[in-house]
Nanobody, 123 residues
Framework: QVQLVESGGGWVQAGGSLRLSCAAS????????MGWFRQAPGKEGEFVAG????????YYADSLKGRFTISRDNAKNTVYLQMNSLKPEDTAVYYC????????????????WGQGTQVTVSS
């Protein structure tokens, strides 16, 4: 079992930055791939970024590559999402997820989810 708690969301003006954190507890955090997803009001959830547990290689939604960076600190059982040059369309609830399907961009590839953290970007 893995429990996930996100933090770091908030309000920011367009062009600003935020760093989200996801603290994991439970066993074997280092054996899970980690991902970030988001869901805007009235829209379906979408994949944002992921990081494999082997080699820590990363993968991103094409539309977000270059602005968002995912990283993990296994010693702290924490995964981060650095978001730069934020746009109003980035406004959403951001969710952290853990799964054993390394490289997945689908919600089906993740077994554990956090409660989400709200990010609001004003124009």
């Amino acid at each position: 079992q893995v429990q996930l708690v996100e933090s770091g969301g908030g309000w920011v003006q367009a062009g600003g930055s935020l760093r989200l954190s996801c603290a994991a507890s439970g066993r074997a955090f280092t054996s899970y791939a980690m991902g970030w997803f988001r869901q805007a009001p009235g829209k379906e959830g979408e994949f944002v970024a992921g990081i494999r547990w082997i080699g820590r290689s990363t993968y991103y939604a094409d539309s977000l590559k270059g602005r968002f960076t995912i990283s993990r600190d296994n010693a702290k059982n924490t995964v981060y999402l650095q978001m730069n040059s934020l746009k109003p369309e980035d406004t959403a609830v951001y969710y952290c997820a853990a799964g054993q399907s390394s490289g997945s961009r689908s919600i089906l590839g993740y077994d554990y989810w956090g409660q989400g953290t709200q990010v609001t970007v004003s124009s």
